[in-house]
C-alpha cells in the first residue's frame, strides 16, 4: 500500500524530524556522579556539536519536504508543515503571496520528472519560528517523495539560518516496503559554519528511520512512532573529531517529546575505546547517561 500524506499526517512526521536534538531519557537507577570529570569533557563536546548539525539538517528535512502542490504543480513532498513558513511583515497569507519567500519548480508540468526545487529566502526572511533564512535550498525530487525507491537531494547556494551558514548535500530516499514507512537520510560533507565567532562542525551521517510499529492507517500513519539505527562522524573547529555508531536502536514515540530508549557508541580524537550514550530504558526525560572506562555523567541537551 502507498503511503499518502495529508497536512494532519504532516504535523506528525515534522514533530518527528524537529524532535531528533539528541536529547533523552535518564536511565533508571543510576547513581548521582560529580561533575568535575575531565576526562568526559571531549565526549560532551562531540554529542553537542553532533546535536548542532542534527538540528540544522532536520531542519532542512523539513523545509523541502513541506513544498506544496500549489507551488509545483502537483504533490511532490510528503506534505509537512514546516516550523518556517516565513511571511513577510505586516502582510498577511493570501492569493498575493504575502511571504518572503519564493518556490520556483522546473518543469512545473504535471507527471514529468525529475522536478528541481529552488526555495529562495532572498536576502533574509524571518519565519513564525523566530528564524531568519537568507539564501536558495536547491532540491531535485526523482518522483513524489511519499513513493517508494523516491530520492530528494539538496544543496544549498548561500545558505544562513541566523548567524549559521550551512553547506553539504542532504539526501533522503524513501526506503518504505509494504506497509511499513522508512526512509533513509544522509548528510554528505556537511558543515555548519557560526559566522559570529567561526566556529564551524563539519558533519556526515547515514541513518535509517523506520515506522516502530503497526500498519500505516486512517489520519496517523505513524501512530506509535519511529526505530533510528546508523552513524555519523565529524570534527570541529577546535580539532575535536568523533564518530558514532547506533548499537541499540533509538526509540522516539509520539507521547514523548524525547527519545525514551537506545544506546549509541562514541568515539573521539582517535580514541580505540568507545564511550557509550545511554537513551534510557523507556521513561521520558530529557537526560542521557555519558559512560567512558570507569566514569558517567548525566548529561542534558
Not at 539560518?161 to 553547506?167: A, C, L
Not at 558543515?191 to 541513518?207: C, M, Q
Request: some cysteine; aromatic content about 10%.
Amino acid at each position: 500500500m502507498k503511503p499518502t500524506f495529508k497536512p494532519l499526517q504532516a504535523a506528525a512526521v515534522s514533530a518527528f524530524f524537529l524532535a531528533l536534538l539528541f536529547v533523552s531519557c535518564k536511565k533508571e537507577n543510576q547513581e548521582p556522579v560529580p561533575d568535575n570529570q575531565e576526562e568526559l569533557d571531549p565526549g560532551i563536546e562531540a554529542v553537542q556539536s553532533n546535536a548542532v548539525a542534527f538540528t540544522q539538517f532536520d531542519d532542512v528535512f523539513s523545509i523541502t519536504q513541506s513544498v506544496s502542490a500549489d507551488d509545483a504543480g502537483e504533490d511532490v513532498s510528503l506534505g509537512l508543515i514546516s516550523s518556517f513558513d516565513g511571511l513577510t511583515e505586516g502582510r498577511p497569507m493570501g492569493t498575493d503571496g504575502g511571504r518572503c519567500y519564493t518556490v520556483n519548480v522546473v518543469p512545473k508540468i504535471r507527471g514529468e520528472w525529475p522536478k528541481t526545487v529552488t526555495i529562495n529566502f532572498g536576502d533574509g526572511c524571518k519565519g513564525k519560528d523566530g528564524k531568519t533564512r537568507k539564501g536558495k535550498i536547491v532540491s531535485i525530487f526523482t518522483k513524489p517523495a511519499f513513493l517508494p525507491g523516491a530520492v530528494v537531494s539538496t544543496t544549498f547556494i548561500n545558505y544562513q539560518v541566523d548567524s549559521f551558514s550551512i553547506e553539504g548535500t542532504h539526501k533522503v530516499t524513501n526506503t518504505s516496503n509494504g506497509n511499513k514507512l522508512s526512509f533513509q537520510i544522509e548528510v554528505i560533507n556537511g558543515k555548519i559554519t557560526n559566522n559570529n565567532s567561526g566556529f564551524w562542525v563539519k558533519h556526515e551521517s547515514k541513518r535509517e528511520y523506520t515506522q516502530l510499529d503497526g500498519s500505516i492507517i486512517g489520519q496517523n500513519p505513524f501512530p506509535h512512532g519511529y526505530r533510528i539505527t546508523g552513524w555519523t562522524k565529524g570534527s570541529n573547529s577546535n580539532d575535536k573529531t568523533w564518530r558514532t555508531e547506533i548499537v541499540n536502536p533509538l526509540v522516539k514515540k509520539f507521547d514523548c517529546k524525547w527519545i525514551s530508549k537506545g544506546k549509541m557508541k562514541i568515539w573521539w580524537n582517535n580514541n580505540d575505546v568507545a564511550a557509550t550514550l545511554d537513551f534510557g530504558n523507556g521513561d521520558c526525560d530529557n537526560k542521557a547517561m555519558l559512560t567512558y572506562k570507569d566514569k558517567s555523567k548525566e548529561i542534558t541537551l
